[in-house]
């Protein structure tokens, strides 16, 4: 591939990062299955600890199926350089401990996913680093959330599980204006859908596992972002507190990144006839969905986003007990956490990926008991649909 050429996405996502001719003309990358590397010379292992010379140590601090991945997804987000590590909480754990000291301040958007959410109370409670939500509709909005120890502002979009969109555009703008850093989950996009880095984002996150990987076997992270900051976090906060992936599960996400594209426009295809299917259905009160015009986001989306994604939340007309009624008499559409994976998944929020939120900020993130969260997968759209009507009309 030719290093200076430019190429469209779809290209990239199978090519970018990698040259055979470097490992034994290998079509595919190599699994560096090793721990450590050796040196010929102590003079050589020496230079390498110093920063003297460029190679591989010891595989916590880098190994060359890893940094394909790495380079790969830079690419693809735009960004200088990436990182990857053993799943996505330690990518957003590694980015956040980077970021603040004790006494700072995290301004994130109304909703964040479960465990996001327990390692900043976490924090807090720990360390007196505080945070507080904001809905980040208009510039006045996030003014007010900013404080004289803010250090950085944290974004879902869309934010897990309700679907609400946040304007990237707007909050990097007042963010810069400010000096502050903005921090982007894009796990629910990939950079297929949306890229936040060239519209004013400094570090991007993906938990790796969701449609990176899109086959359900690998939990990974990564983040993307400045040379300077990547190499700092590899060096410090990764190095020192290990979470790093391993070389197979690096190749499991090459090879999942491989189909991407054409997966996400079927993931996309397949949410879009199933939330005109939903909006109908006289069972269901409301869905949250980007893709819907009459979703109060709609712009944003049109904005910032390719493609409306391939996750749907809908609430069920009833209670917490006829939702999960619901999904119990589910047969084809599995119920588990995670999504972008091939297989049609469906969870409860409330009592699963953000039942460590209070039921009180649950609450205030739009989180009801009767809310349900569809990742919708690669089967026939038609199969889903029935499940989902079969499931409906025994409730």
Same mark, same amino acid.
């Given at each position: 591939?030719?290093?200076?050429?430019?190429?469209?996405?779809?290209?990239?996502?199978?090519?970018?990062?990698?040259?055979?001719?470097?490992?034994?003309?290998?079509?595919? *990358?190599?699994?560096?299955?090793?721990?450590?590397?050796?040196?010929?010379?102590?003079?050589?292992? /020496?230079?390498?600890?110093?920063?003297?010379?460029?190679?591989?140590?010891?595989?916590?601090?880098?190994?060359?199926?890893?940094?394909?991945?790495?380079?790969?997804?830079?690419?693809?987000?735009?960004?200088?350089?990436?990182?990857?590590?053993?799943?996505?909480?330690?990518?957003?754990?590694?980015? %956040?401990?980077?970021?603040?000291?004790?006494?700072?301040?995290?301004?994130?958007?109304?909703?964040?996913?479960?465990?996001?959410?327990?390692? $900043?109370?976490?924090?807090?409670?720990?360390?007196?680093?505080?945070?507080?939500? @904001?809905?980040? @509709?208009?510039?006045?909005?996030?003014?007010?959330?900013?404080?004289?120890?803010?250090?950085?502002?944290?974004?879902?979009?869309?934010?897990? *599980?309700?679907?609400?969109?946040?304007?990237?555009?707007?909050?990097?703008?007042?963010?810069?204006?400010?000096?502050?850093?903005?921090?982007?989950?894009?796990?629910?996009?990939?950079?297929?859908?949306?890229?936040?880095?060239?519209?004013?984002?400094?570090?991007?996150?993906?938990?790796?596992?969701?449609?990176?990987?899109?086959?359900?076997?690998?939990?990974?992270?990564?983040?993307?972002?400045?040379?300077?900051?990547?190499? /700092?976090?590899?060096?410090?906060?990764?190095?020192?507190?290990?979470?790093?992936?391993?070389?197979?599960?690096?190749?499991?996400? %090459?090879?999942?990144?491989?189909?991407?594209?054409?997966?996400?426009?079927?993931?996309?295809?397949?949410?879009?006839?199933?939330?005109?299917?939903?909006?109908?259905?006289?069972?269901?009160?409301?869905?949250?969905?980007?893709?819907?015009?009459?979703?109060?986001?709609?712009?944003?989306?049109?904005?910032?986003?390719?493609? *409306?994604?391939?996750?749907?939340?809908?609430?069920?007309?009833?209670?917490?007990?006829?939702?999960?009624?619901?999904?119990?008499?589910?047969?084809?559409?599995?119920?588990?956490?995670?999504?972008?994976?091939?297989?049609? $998944?469906?969870?409860?929020?409330?009592?699963?990926?953000?039942?460590?939120? *209070?039921?009180?900020?649950?609450?205030?993130?739009?989180? /009801?008991?009767?809310?349900?969260?569809?990742?919708?997968?690669? /089967?026939?759209?038609?199969?889903?649909?029935?499940?989902?009507?079969?499931?409906?009309?025994?409730?």
């Amino acid at each position: 591939m030719g290093k200076n050429k430019s190429y469209q996405f779809e290209t990239e996502v199978i090519h970018k990062g990698y040259d055979s001719n470097q490992f034994q003309d290998s079509l595919n *990358p190599p699994i560096f299955q090793t721990s450590t590397f050796t040196f010929a010379t102590a003079e050589r292992g /020496e230079k390498r600890f110093s920063g003297e010379e460029e190679g591989f140590i010891y595989s916590r601090l880098g190994n060359p199926t890893v940094k394909v991945l790495e380079e790969r997804m830079a690419a693809l987000e735009d960004g200088e350089a990436a990182l990857a590590f053993g799943s996505g909480m330690a990518a957003v754990s590694a980015v %956040l401990v980077s970021l603040t000291k004790t006494g700072d301040h995290i301004v994130c958007s109304q909703g964040i996913y479960g465990c996001t959410f327990g390692l $900043l109370q976490m924090m807090k409670e720990k360390y007196g680093i505080t945070h507080d939500f @904001s809905p980040m @509709s208009t510039r006045d909005e996030i003014e007010k959330a900013i404080r004289p120890e803010t250090v950085c502002i944290y974004v879902e979009t869309p934010i897990n *599980p309700t679907m609400k969109l946040v304007d990237l555009e707007l909050v990097c703008s007042v963010a810069k204006e400010k000096g502050i850093q903005v921090v982007v989950d894009n796990t629910f996009c990939s950079p297929y859908l949306q890229k936040p880095i060239p519209i004013g984002a400094d570090i991007v996150i993906h938990s790796a596992t969701k449609y990176i990987g899109g086959h359900g076997d690998v939990i990974a992270g990564i983040i993307v972002g400045k040379r300077a900051f990547i190499d /700092e976090v590899r060096m410090t906060t990764q190095k020192d507190i290990g979470g790093i992936i391993s070389p197979f599960d690096a190749w499991l996400l %090459l090879r999942g990144l491989k189909t991407l594209a054409v997966r996400l426009d079927r993931h996309c295809s397949n949410a879009s006839k199933l939330a005109e299917f939903l909006s109908e259905h006289p069972k269901i009160e409301k869905i949250y969905y980007p893709g819907d015009p009459n979703h109060e986001d709609y712009p944003i989306m049109e904005k910032q986003m390719t493609q *409306p994604g391939g996750l749907i939340s809908f609430t069920i007309k009833g209670s917490k007990e006829d939702a999960q009624r619901f999904m119990n008499r589910l047969e084809l559409i599995k119920i588990a956490v995670s999504l972008g994976d091939a297989e049609t $998944l469906i969870q409860h929020p409330a009592t699963m990926t953000h039942a460590v939120v *209070p039921e009180n900020e649950r609450k205030k993130m739009g989180i /009801e008991d009767h809310l349900l969260r569809l990742s919708v997968g690669l /089967e026939a759209w038609e199969d889903i649909r029935d499940d989902l009507a079969s499931a409906l009309n025994g409730i």
